[in-house]
């Protein structure tokens, strides 16, 4: 993985993620929890063979969009995005994590 710093990133984000990349935004210093949290994506990224991610996440997003018509909402409710969310405080997550970790988190319910 390699971290480049940008002067911008869409949607207010500090950070985006897209592999073998963290970009984080210029000035920006992450926490250890986001620093943890880009490293989830990575390794799902991974897993996703990339492309499949991203095709993922968009039509997760436009379903839990519809359901909740909250943009913020319909974000932190993707999968791939609640396991990073549940975890990203657990130190050793990524050491003990099982592969496609991601995937229980799309039927699991509102938390």
Not at 20 to 41: E, V
Not at 76 to 96: G, M, P, V
Request: a positive charge; hydrophobic letters at 40%.
């Amino acid at each position: 993985m390699k971290i480049r710093y940008i002067k911008y990133i869409p949607f207010g984000k500090q950070d985006i993620v897209i592999y073998p990349y963290i970009f984080w935004l210029s000035g920006f210093t992450p926490t250890i929890k986001l620093r943890r949290h880009a490293y989830i994506h990575i390794e799902q990224q991974k897993e996703c063979l990339w492309i499949f991610f991203f095709l993922i996440y968009a039509v997760e997003f436009l379903i839990k969009f519809l359901f909740k018509w909250n943009i913020e909402k319909a974000y932190r409710n993707i999968s791939f995005e609640r396991e990073a969310y549940t975890n990203q405080a657990d130190k050793n997550y990524l050491k003990n994590r099982k592969r496609f970790a991601w995937i229980k988190y799309i039927y699991e319910g509102k938390k």
